[in-house]
């Protein structure tokens, strides 16, 4: 009997083990699939899989007392209302299913502690390491923007340059009292922040330097000499960035010629096909102001509309560039299911800075929102490929580490 016991409490202790190794494995393996799109949905079935092992359900309620998970669940709820009063999804239209990858930040948080914390790191590093080291090497040899190696888009690029500059200067500060390890990060900041002036994310760079100005008052707000001084020293570095960068001018340039352009009548150009869109989406929303058209129908109501809207002026702009989004957050989330969708998403951005504050990061989160809401004025930043998951697992990360060392 006494045998069987041990036996038994053997086995037991060996499940324990490997389900243990199991659930490192699959934050470590989540963490990398981030930046390859043909590994994610392996990721997150062997996520899922291993959330319903360690006892996943048994967690969700303490799990979705987070104000970010309350919110995301909202967002993909209205979502799923909105299917009610919408014609059914065209084969390739069905960019909106991206909104719902957010919910992978349940099984991830549920699934960090103290012990898994490092192998989520440490996959969130060398995934980032990876595609930064590639992303330099095809800036430097080949003179280009983006990351072919990890099919990855400029504005992608860009956006990822632009979150890394943002926590390496939040942890420059945090990390003051240790002047080697602040000095490096500033150092790294600085390099992210070159890099990202010479891809063509014009709107994305843009949310960056303004988030980074809010991020030093934030941090100095008590310090006005301290204060004055970075800000000076910000304008001087912004300003020798923007005058050696060959990219950047072009982007200027070549904003300037659209702006002229679309004043002239022509709208196939990269400023002109934006405003066009968010001139037919905001007329969208006006249309249908409460609950939108229906999850999954701006585009074809793009389309359709333009034919006729404002007497055909833009009816050529489907064939100039294929309809996909709306360049706009809070547009695109309107066009789907209309004020009940900004309220969402607006409740998702707000419960994003909560949770920071509930966990002692106000600073930080006023930051990453701040970034968040910015760069979707000009993009639909939440559903981008593979930014809206870094900055989830950011969260997931920040917000455990912080109960471990508090």
């Not at 280009?144 to 990890?150: D, I, T």
């Not at 956006?159 to 150092?187: C, E, Q």
């Not at 309809?323 to 409740?347: R, V």
Request: one cysteine or more.
């Amino acid at each position: 009997m006494d045998e069987e016991k041990i036996r038994l409490s053997s086995w037991m202790q060996m499940g324990i083990l490997w389900r243990e190794i199991l659930v490192k494995f699959a934050l470590f393996f989540f963490c990398l699939a981030i930046w390859r799109n043909e590994l994610n949905l392996s990721s997150f079935l062997l996520l899922i899989l291993v959330w319903f092992f360690d006892n996943g359900l048994g967690k969700l309620r303490l799990i979705i007392k987070e104000p970010l998970a309350q919110s995301i669940l909202v967002l993909c709820a209205a979502l799923l209302l909105g299917l009610l009063w919408s014609d059914p999804p065209e084969i390739g239209r069905l960019k909106w299913k991206k909104y719902f990858i957010l919910l992978m930040f349940i099984p991830f948080l549920s699934l960090l502690n103290k012990k898994r914390l490092p192998w989520a790191m440490m996959g969130l590093l060398a995934g980032y390491a990876g595609v930064l080291f590639a992303g330099i090497h095809q800036f430097v040899i080949l003179g280009e923007p983006g990351v072919a190696l990890f099919k990855m888009s400029y504005l992608s690029f860009s956006a990822m340059l632009g979150i890394g500059a943002i926590l390496a200067v939040y942890l420059a500060d945090v990390s003051r009292y240790s002047k080697r390890i602040s000095m490096l990060l500033w150092a790294f900041a600085l390099i992210l922040l070159f890099i990202q002036f010479n891809q063509n994310g014009r709107g994305v760079l843009l949310a960056t330097l303004i988030t980074l100005l809010f991020l030093f008052f934030l941090l100095n707000r008590e310090k006005i000499r301290r204060c004055g001084a970075i800000l000076l020293s910000f304008i001087m570095v912004v300003s020798l960035f923007t005058f050696s960068s060959t990219a950047f001018q072009d982007r200027l340039t070549q904003a300037k010629r659209d702006i002229a352009l679309f004043q002239q009548g022509n709208y196939s150009t990269s400023v002109g096909y934006r405003l066009a869109m968010w001139d037919v989406g905001l007329d969208g929303i006006a249309k249908r102001p409460l609950l939108g058209h229906g999850t999954g129908m701006p585009e074809s109501y793009f389309e359709n509309s333009v034919v006729t809207y404002k007497g055909g002026i833009y009816k050529d702009l489907p064939r100039f560039h294929r309809t996909s989004h709306y360049h706009n957050d809070w547009i695109e989330i309107g066009m789907h299911i209309g004020i009940l969708g900004m309220l969402a998403l607006a409740f998702l951005l707000w419960s994003w800075y909560r949770t920071f504050k509930r966990h002692h990061l106000p600073v930080l989160g006023m930051a990453l929102v701040s970034y968040i809401f910015l760069a979707g004025l000009t993009d639909t930043f939440i559903i981008y490929s593979r930014i809206p998951l870094l900055l989830l697992v950011i969260t997931a990360i920040a917000i455990r580490w912080q109960k471990k060392c508090g």
